[in-house]
């Protein structure tokens, strides 16, 4: 990966950590906030309920005070305390939360009282007595608003152990403008709650009273034990006397979800967290794949630019639209300037855009394309033409739809010039095959010759010798003979004169092509051959022309052969050194004499082999004689007669340090005589 492609990657995983820390965020405080609104909405509600508990106890107490004052309006006219007696136990069964009725003078003297029939001696253990100042205390308050007063609660220890609070209620009684007495009511707190509180509102929540500093007096109700506590706190207003009421909700939801909304809430939030997962790992996939597709492109990225072959994707309407570097480098043409290019393109030759065009519109109409592809000539900007080889297939998408053509285009110069080269190797071969001839020819014609030849040759010792004896012989004979072996002479110098012209005839048979040819032309013509063999026998082949030769007149076929065969004796001459020392062949031309100005110019092949003893030189010329396994013996004889028919001469002269240098001279052509 590169270090870009990593840097992205990690911002794009801060992004991610972010998002999902974000969410993260989002729902915990949903879920808190919808909890706290559960939470408000039930406080809220049991708030209500203790309100309305006061309320209720509130109107029963008041109930009461009218109870009881109807229960002294009866006796107003005077004390009949069996009647009041009947009355008070009725009051008492009706009203369970009072504990005891009293009757009692201005001096808080009981005139009589009645104790509720659901429980026994309520007082007995305690002793009314003692909460006497209690009662005072009430009572002087009552006396003052002339009205109900309470007392604050005490505690009333019971036989069975247990106790209870209480707190008294004084009523005072008047007749006719002055206190005739008072009415006091023991109500048991616990009772109270029980009775006076709407049942309704116990479902499920504890009531109790207590005291400002949280000290409890009376409890009723109470559920199962519950996470999660709530409670209300009313204060009982009561003159004389002022209460707590608790009321105290036990939600009985066992675990985290209090109640459906937020469970609906934790529930989406869960989905939308795996969502978020499911998300992220798509993408992390995605991006995968994503990554997987770049290399893969960069791979036939890289694979495109580094071809060789031209690539070239046309439409189906012919525009091009993609090209690979090769096939630009190949046509000289930035991309830019082919790419949307339609027909005709900028690369075709303007003298063949017509025949292109329509060999175009036949081959895109048909789609059987030559599987060997076609050949076709293209156009640099600089106007050179050159040979390609076009191979071209149809381009199929992914769908399997046609959607144009695709071609690879090879520039096939370099194969046409080496071609055309071993055509010229071939034209050279038959010559060297018909210069082998010549020599052969030769050898037959020294052979033909030397019978004529011996013949004329003793004829003619004959012919001295007769006349060296003529004073002996008799003149007839002499002349005779003589005759005879003068006629003889003649006759064998025809037969040898005939045997060199049938030889002459076949050598002039051949056309003598001379033309100006530039020097530098006639090395770079044998230079593929030379190279050739020069990297078979690891030679190196060094060129040194110097601008001052001008054009030859020659037999350009017959000069190349001279140089290559002088080219191979030199290399061949180098075989044997020593691997590691460094084997140059120079091929030098320069004019002839020092000055520039000569009429002829010096070809030279140098080599640094071992040279050439005296013995051999001293054969090197003559036809057949060679030093080598294979060798002809003829190349050297016929290169001197080549150059000796230009007028030129050839000869050698060692190389220092070591080899030979051959050289050979050629008449400048007269059109560049200087
Ligand atoms: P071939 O090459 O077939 O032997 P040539 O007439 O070209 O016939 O050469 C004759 C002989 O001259 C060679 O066999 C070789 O011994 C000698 N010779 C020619 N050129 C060189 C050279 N550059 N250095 C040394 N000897 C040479």
């Not at 009725?90 to 201005?106: C, H, P, T």
């Not at 020599?439 to 011996?454: D, F, R, T, W």
């Not at 009429?599 to 040279?611: K, S, Y």
Request: aromatic share 6%.
């Amino acid at each position: 990966m590169t270090p870009r492609l990593e840097a992205l990657s990690v911002k794009r995983s801060v992004l991610w950590g972010w998002l999902v820390a974000l969410v993260l965020v989002l729902l915990l405080t949903l879920v808190w906030l919808v909890g706290r609104y559960e939470n408000s909405e039930i406080e809220t509600r049991l708030e209500r309920d203790a309100a309305e508990a006061v309320l209720d106890i509130k109107d029963g107490l008041n109930r009461n005070v009218q109870s009881l004052q109807a229960l002294h309006s009866i006796h107003a006219k005077g004390p009949d305390i069996n009647g009041w007696q009947t009355l008070a136990e009725a009051l008492l069964r009706e009203r369970r939360e009072i504990m005891r009725v009293e009757w009692r003078n201005d001096t808080l003297d009981i005139q009589s009282f009645s104790g509720t029939p659901y429980r026994q001696g309520v007082f007995e253990r305690f002793g009314r007595s003692n909460s006497l100042s209690d009662v005072s205390t009430a009572c002087a308050a009552a006396l003052r608003i002339s009205s109900a007063s309470y007392s604050s609660s005490y505690f009333l220890p019971q036989s069975d152990g247990m106790g209870m609070e209480v707190i008294d209620m004084c009523l005072p009684i008047m007749a006719g403008g002055q206190l005739a007495g008072y009415l006091l009511a023991t109500y048991g707190l616990q009772s109270m709650l029980s009775e006076l509180v709407s049942k309704q509102l116990m479902r499920g929540q504890s009531l109790a009273f207590t005291e400002a500093d949280g000290t409890r007096l009376a409890l009723v109700g109470g559920g199962a034990r519950g996470s999660q506590n709530f409670v209300a706190r009313q204060l009982l207003d009561l003159p004389g006397t002022t209460l707590v009421l608790r009321l105290e909700s036990r939600l009985g939801m066992p675990g985290l979800f209090p109640n459906v909304l937020t469970a609906l809430l934790t529930a989406v939030s869960l989905a939308l967290m795996v969502v978020l997962f499911l998300l992220a790992r798509d993408t992390r996939r995605r991006l995968r794949a994503e990554h997987d597709l770049g290399e893969a492109l960069a791979f036939r990225k890289a694979m495109e630019d580094s071809l060789i072959t031209g690539l070239r994707a046309r439409d189906l309407s012919g525009r091009i639209t993609y090209v690979n570097p090769a096939f630009c480098a190949m046509v000289g043409l930035a991309p830019q300037q082919l790419l949307d290019q339609s027909l005709p393109s900028p690369y075709w030759p303007p003298e063949l855009s017509d025949a292109y065009q329509q060999r175009q519109a036949i081959r895109l109409a048909g789609s059987n394309l030559p599987r060997e592809g076609h050949e076709s000539v293209f156009m640099r900007p600089d106007g050179t033409r050159f040979p390609v080889l076009i191979i071209e297939a149809p381009l199929i998408n992914a769908a399997g739809k046609h959607t144009g053509w695709m071609s690879a285009i090879l520039d096939v110069s370099e194969q046409r010039r080496v071609e055309e080269l071993s055509r010229a190797s071939q034209d050279r071969l038959q010559a060297t095959a018909r210069l082998a001839m010549v020599g052969e020819m030769a050898s037959l014609l020294s052979h033909e010759l030397n019978q004529p030849l011996a013949a004329i040759s003793s004829y003619a010792t004959g012919s001295l010798n007769l006349l060296h004896d003529a004073a002996t012989v008799p003149p007839t004979a002499l002349s005779s003979d003589l005759q005879l072996a003068v006629s003889r002479i003649a006759e064998q110098a025809e037969r040898a004169g005939k045997v060199i012209k049938s030889v002459h005839d076949f050598v002039r048979r051949r056309d003598q092509t001379r033309e100006a040819v530039e020097p530098r032309d006639l090395i770079n013509a044998v230079m593929p051959l030379v190279s050739l063999q020069a990297r078979k026998l690891s030679v190196t082949v060094v060129t040194e022309i110097d601008a001052a030769a001008h054009a030859v007149l020659c037999d350009r076929t017959m000069v190349e052969q001279v140089l290559l065969n002088l080219s191979r004796n030199g290399m061949q001459a180098m075989q044997d050194l020593d691997p590691s020392t460094t084997r140059v062949l120079t091929l030098r031309v320069r004019p002839a004499a020092s000055n520039a100005r000569s009429r002829w110019v010096e070809f030279a092949v140098i080599d640094q082999g071992a040279g050439i003893s005296p013995d051999v030189q001293a054969q090197l010329f003559t036809p057949f004689f060679t030093t080598k396994v294979e060798g002809m013996g003829l190349g050297l004889s016929l290169c001197r007669t080549v150059i000796e028919q230009h007028g030129g001469f050839l000869g050698f002269e060692p190389a220092l340090p070591t080899g030979t240098i051959f050289s050979f001279t050629l008449p400048v052509d007269n059109a560049h005589q200087p």
